[in-house]
């Protein structure tokens, strides 16, 4: 790890959400940084979505509904958030909510691999000021130039993140080439008073499904799809929880702007 570049990522690559200054892992410039992960999430809090990878399709959605981005090239996410008031999820002190999933592109940051087009390889790099990287508290990233378990364990949970995202990320390919997303908008009126529109999502229609070949099906099914896309029909069902917990939020914000 200690060949990996220690100089930002390209400033031509357009860096993913969190992410402003990605910098090659490296004991010579990092053998006393510390990973703490108790100071929790409020580098989330603004976020209304975040990626998700597809192993995550069963267990988020049970607690956010998962959409489709538009355009050229969809891809899966889980929605945090309905308007202004950002991640729903993430508390005042920044913890997350209990009993609610965290997803792993949350759990991966500060880590993520950078792909470096002009020397055609992969480096670990991570967000240098990240809040969660110390000196002083935490499990320390290098011990005598050398990974210690906890960066490895870091590192392998990124690179199996970045696995389950290229499926993911396929499976909305495929969705899209077979004809069965749609563009849709969601207006949410609060019975508090206001309310939120979101834009730019797709999800699957039921009945494009259903036209879909046998073949196209029963490849679906072989590549581990099918389950998938059940959840993501069965994730509709945590809109109402997230336009509740909106409307909570709102009323606490406008409760504070009136102290």
Same mark, same amino acid.
């Given at each position: 790890?200690?060949? !990996?570049?220690?100089?930002?990522?390209?400033?031509?690559? #357009?860096?993913?959400?969190?992410?402003?200054?990605?910098?090659?892992?490296?004991?010579?410039?990092?053998?006393?940084?510390?990973? *703490?992960?108790?100071?929790?999430?409020? %580098?989330?809090?603004?976020?209304?979505?975040? #990626?998700?990878?597809?192993?995550?399709? *069963?267990?988020?959605?049970?607690?956010?509904? &998962?959409?489709?981005? @538009?355009?050229?090239?969809?891809?899966?996410?889980?929605?945090?958030?309905?308007?202004?008031?950002?991640?729903?999820?993430?508390?005042?002190?920044?913890?997350?909510?209990? *009993?609610?999933?965290?997803?792993?592109? &949350?759990?991966?940051?500060?880590?993520?691999?950078?792909?470096?087009?002009?020397?055609? !390889?992969?480096?670990?790099?991570?967000?240098?000021?990240?809040?969660?990287?110390?000196?002083? !508290?935490? @499990?320390?990233? %290098?011990?005598?130039?050398? #990974?210690? #378990?906890?960066?490895?364990?870091?590192?392998?949970?990124?690179?199996?993140?970045?696995?389950?995202?290229?499926?993911?990320?396929?499976?909305?390919?495929?969705?899209?080439?077979?004809?069965?997303?749609?563009?849709?908008?969601? @207006?949410?009126?609060? @019975? !508090?008073?206001?309310?939120?529109?979101?834009?730019?999502?797709?999800?699957?229609?039921?009945?494009?499904? *259903?036209?879909?070949? +046998?073949?196209? %099906?029963? +490849? =679906?099914?072989?590549?581990?799809?099918?389950?998938?896309?059940?959840?993501?029909?069965?994730?509709?069902?945590? =809109?109402?929880?997230?336009?509740?917990?909106?409307?909570?939020?709102?009323?606490?914000?406008?409760?504070?702007?009136?102290?």
């Amino acid at each position: 790890m200690s060949d !990996t570049p220690a100089a930002p990522a390209p400033a031509s690559a #357009p860096l993913p959400q969190f992410y402003h200054r990605v910098v090659g892992v490296n004991p010579a410039l990092h053998g006393g940084l510390r990973l *703490d992960r108790s100071v929790g999430y409020a %580098f989330a809090a603004r976020a209304q979505s975040v #990626p998700l990878g597809l192993g995550e399709f *069963d267990v988020t959605s049970r607690h956010y509904p &998962i959409l489709f981005t @538009t355009g050229a090239h969809p891809a899966p996410v889980a929605l945090l958030g309905l308007n202004e008031v950002g991640n729903l999820f993430v508390l005042p002190d920044g913890g997350w909510r209990p *009993d609610t999933y965290i997803p792993a592109y &949350i759990r991966a940051f500060p880590f993520i691999f950078v792909e470096d087009e002009t020397a055609r !390889t992969t480096y670990v790099g991570m967000e240098e000021t990240a809040a969660c990287l110390r000196r002083d !508290t935490g @499990t320390a990233l %290098f011990e005598d130039g050398q #990974p210690t #378990p906890a960066l490895n364990e870091a590192v392998k949970f990124c690179s199996a993140y970045r696995d389950n995202l290229t499926a993911s990320n396929a499976l909305g390919r495929a969705l899209a080439d077979a004809g069965v997303l749609q563009e849709e908008e969601a @207006t949410v009126n609060f @019975t !508090t008073g206001g309310s939120a529109r979101v834009r730019g999502f797709q999800v699957v229609k039921p009945e494009k499904l *259903d036209a879909v070949s +046998d073949e196209t %099906f029963l +490849d =679906w099914r072989r590549r581990g799809w099918i389950a998938a896309i059940y959840a993501h029909l069965h994730s509709a069902g945590q =809109w109402g929880r997230l336009i509740d917990l909106a409307a909570v939020a709102g009323v606490r914000q406008e409760a504070v702007g009136h102290a």
